[in-house]
Each structure stands twice: as structure tokens, then as C-alpha cells.
């Protein structure tokens, strides 16, 4: 429990802290924070890192509040499911997430108007049950 909640909380905090002061300082910019579908809904056996990842919402969803008003952009995706790689291939039903459209997601939170911000969006494969 200890070693999620170091990685996944304190370490975003870490990265937040420094990536903030920067980003301030110029006036601007996008710090975008990965999550999982375990920083939204508790499953079993999963509670070191379902703590680990609630509290990195917590932490972009208070960084959002924080730093919005001086230009900085703060963002949280949750990815709710599996990855598409060369050892997890797709068996052709669009099961797994795949990278590249992730990674245009990402894009496009990074690319939002300052008028139509969002702090947080969820990545998901079109079979999944709700």
C-alpha cells in the first residue's frame, strides 16, 4: 500500500509541484495526470491501488482548481481498460485501447479553449460495460 501510494500519489504531487512552478512562471501551459478506472470505482482486491489512484484525482482535480485561473491547465485521464501492444494484439473486436488514439486524446485535452476546459476524461474501449 505504501509503494502505490508513494508512486501514484506523492510521485504526481512531486511531478505537479515542479511542472507547476515552471508553467507559472511563464504564464502557461498543460499538466496532464494518467489514471485508471480504479481512481473512480473500487474493485476487489485492488485497494493499494485503487488508494493510490483516487488520490491522484484528487490531487488534479485540486491542481485544476488551483492553477486554472493562472493559465495552467491541469488534466486527468482515466484509462479504463487494456492497452494494444505487440504482446496484448487486438483479436479484431476493438477490445484493447489503441496507443495512438490515446495518445490524440491527450492532444485534444491539451488543445482545448481556455473557455471550454475540461479537468478530466475517460478513455475506454467501445465494448466496455457500464
Same mark, same amino acid.
Given at each position: 500500500?505504501?509503494?502505490?501510494?508513494?508512486?501514484?500519489?506523492?510521485?504526481?504531487?512531486?511531478?505537479?509541484?515542479? #511542472?507547476?512552478?515552471?508553467?507559472?512562471?511563464?504564464?502557461?501551459?498543460?499538466? *496532464?495526470?494518467?489514471?485508471?478506472?480504479?481512481?473512480?470505482?473500487?474493485?476487489?482486491?485492488? #485497494?493499494?491501488?485503487?488508494?493510490?489512484?483516487? #488520490?491522484?484525482?484528487?490531487?488534479?482535480?485540486?491542481?485544476?482548481?488551483? *492553477? $486554472?485561473?493562472?493559465?495552467? $491547465?491541469?488534466?486527468?485521464?482515466?484509462?479504463?481498460?487494456?492497452?494494444?501492444?505487440?504482446? $496484448?494484439? /487486438?483479436?479484431?473486436?476493438?477490445?484493447?485501447? /489503441?496507443? /495512438? #488514439?490515446?495518445?490524440?486524446?491527450?492532444?485534444?485535452?491539451?488543445?482545448?479553449?481556455?473557455?471550454?476546459?475540461?479537468?478530466?476524461?475517460?478513455?475506454?474501449?467501445?465494448?466496455?460495460?457500464?
Amino acid at each position: 500500500m505504501q509503494k502505490s501510494l508513494q508512486v501514484c500519489a506523492f510521485g504526481g504531487f512531486l511531478a505537479v509541484r515542479e #511542472a507547476a512552478r515552471r508553467m507559472l512562471a511563464a504564464g502557461h501551459g498543460t499538466i *496532464l495526470l494518467t489514471g485508471a478506472s480504479a481512481g473512480v470505482k473500487g474493485y476487489a482486491q485492488s #485497494a493499494p491501488f485503487a488508494m493510490g489512484k483516487f #488520490a491522484l484525482r484528487g490531487l488534479a482535480q485540486s491542481a485544476a482548481r488551483e *492553477l $486554472h485561473p493562472q493559465g495552467v $491547465h491541469v488534466g486527468h485521464i482515466v484509462i479504463d481498460g487494456g492497452i494494444r501492444s505487440t504482446l $496484448h494484439p /487486438d483479436s479484431g473486436q476493438d477490445s484493447l485501447l /489503441d496507443p /495512438d #488514439a490515446i495518445a490524440a486524446s491527450y492532444l485534444q485535452l491539451i488543445r482545448q479553449p481556455r473557455n471550454a476546459w475540461s479537468w478530466e476524461i475517460e478513455i475506454r474501449p467501445w465494448v466496455e460495460k457500464f
